[in-house]
């Protein structure tokens, strides 16, 4: 094709942002058509305005018009009616390494390389036999804090006594214990006869930093598995990856009685015994990366599918909550970034379910100072899903 014959800007894309040194390139036909210069547009776009976006955020405040016109040696000639300097060839070079862009048009969206659609909220299954993952059905209420003790009262300072001793029993445990044994354990007064604080349960998590050492325990008790991620943002590392274990049954107090024992001092005391391995179950696990202070966490949970629902998801009267489809799949994106006095968990949730397996994967991101947007949340899972 002779010079003559192509606009301005395509003479300037095909030999590329001198000023910027950048290697000349044949760019006419595939590249103009990436961008969306190429061809002939149909008449109904002639006067569309089209706003395109390079990923992260990154784009120009601006918005471009195309037009197209009569003139010699082509039949209809393209005019860009904003300058086209540095960005654009900037732009050019991404797309010929390979890099995504964003682009608004209708449902389809196209973000941090993943095409979704944004669609209204609904349930969706968890599981085949009607398990559902939906909101909870009332929204959580801010209620106004309990006016504080005063540090001289005695139920302020009994308070403080027993939190005291509840972590002294734990930390006991946690020495006599090793990884994988669990107890139930009860707290008692010897002063107090009918003091009681109840049953509580020692379950720490299995941490461990290696993935080939996770897996290997997800197998060994049978966890849900959650499979590295495709695609993580440039920054962040897998920090630790987590097995959770959950009580089946435990001892009620009763049962307890005649357990071992541990003198906590000032009156107290604690009772406890092992549960045996058939009592414990593994229905979560998760891998957390880390950028920094802001933590990306990837759930996977099996669910019971005699629970109505089997897997609730807590909301308020300002999270937004819609649906998410990619490649015919559809998720439940939470946000929650507006909630100023609730803290919900995260700021950003994503979900989506193997209702087969019976489990339910979520992507969430706790830190309100992340950096991380919507678009590169959609792109993890989407990373997963392939």
Request: charged share 25%; net charge positive; aromatic share 10%.
């Given at each position: 094709m002779d010079k003559s014959e192509l606009t301005s800007e395509e003479r300037f894309l095909k030999h590329g942002d001198r000023s910027a040194n950048f290697i000349p390139v044949d760019v006419h036909e595939p590249v103009m058509k990436a961008l969306g210069l190429g061809g002939t547009l149909p008449a109904a776009e002639e006067q569309t305005p089209l706003q395109t976006h390079?990923?992260?955020?990154?784009?120009?405040?601006?918005?471009?018009?195309?037009?197209?016109?009569?003139?010699?040696?082509?039949?209809?000639?393209?005019?860009?009616?904003?300058?086209?300097?540095?960005?654009?060839?900037?732009?050019?070079?991404?797309?010929?390494?390979?890099?995504?862009?964003?682009?608004?048009?209708?449902?389809?969206?196209?973000?941090?390389?993943?095409?979704?659609?944004?669609?209204?909220?609904?349930?969706?299954?968890?599981?085949?036999?009607?398990?559902?993952?939906?909101?909870?059905?009332?929204?959580?209420?801010?209620?106004?804090?309990?006016?504080?003790?005063?540090?001289?009262?005695?139920?302020?300072?009994?308070?403080?006594?027993?939190?005291?001793?509840?972590?002294?029993?734990?930390?006991?445990?946690?020495?006599?214990?090793?990884?994988?044994?669990?107890?139930?354990?009860?707290?008692?007064?010897?002063?107090?006869?009918?003091?009681?604080?109840?049953?509580?349960?020692?379950?720490?998590?299995?941490?461990?930093?290696?993935?080939?050492?996770?897996?290997?325990?997800?197998?060994?008790?049978?966890?849900?598995?959650?499979?590295?991620?495709?695609y993580m943002p440039e920054g962040y590392a897998l920090d630790q990856a987590n097995i959770n274990p959950s009580f089946l049954k435990h001892s009620d107090e009763k049962q307890l009685e005649g357990g071992s024992e541990k003198d906590l001092g000032d009156n107290f005391r604690m009772t406890w015994r092992v549960e045996k391995a058939e009592n414990i179950g593994y229905f979560t696990s998760s891998l957390v990366y880390k950028k920094g202070k802001v933590q990306v966490k990837i759930n996977a949970s099996r669910v019971d599918d005699k629970s109505k629902p089997a897997y609730s998801l807590p909301w308020n009267k300002n999270t937004k909550v819609e649906n998410i489809e990619i490649d015919g799949k559809q998720l439940i994106y939470v946000d929650n970034s507006s909630n100023k006095e609730i803290d919900m968990g995260s700021m950003y949730n994503l979900y989506w379910s193997d209702p087969e397996a019976q489990i339910v994967y979520s992507v969430g991101v706790r830190q309100k100072d992340s950096e991380l947007t919507k678009d590169e949340i959609i792109r993890i899972a989407a990373s997963m899903m392939n």
């Open positions: 390079p990923p992260n955020g990154g784009a120009p405040n601006v918005m471009r018009r195309l037009k197209t016109e009569a003139g010699t040696g082509r039949s209809r000639r393209r005019i860009l009616r904003i300058p086209v300097q540095g960005w654009v060839a900037a732009l050019l070079v991404m797309v010929l390494l390979g890099g995504g862009y964003t682009q608004y048009s209708g449902e389809l969206r196209q973000g941090a390389g993943a095409q979704y659609k944004v669609l209204p909220y609904k349930p969706l299954p968890a599981t085949t036999s009607g398990g559902m993952i939906e909101k909870t059905e009332e929204p959580l209420v801010y209620l106004l804090p309990e006016v504080p003790l005063s540090k001289d009262s005695k139920g302020y300072k009994e308070n403080k006594l027993n939190e005291m001793k509840r972590s002294k029993a734990y930390n006991i445990l946690e020495k006599l214990l090793p990884p994988g044994e669990y107890a139930s354990y009860v707290m008692s007064r010897t002063d107090q006869k009918d003091a009681s604080f109840g049953v509580s349960t020692y379950r720490p998590l299995l941490t461990f930093k290696d993935y080939a050492a996770y897996k290997t325990s997800v197998e060994k008790y049978n966890a849900p598995i959650v499979m590295q991620p495709g």
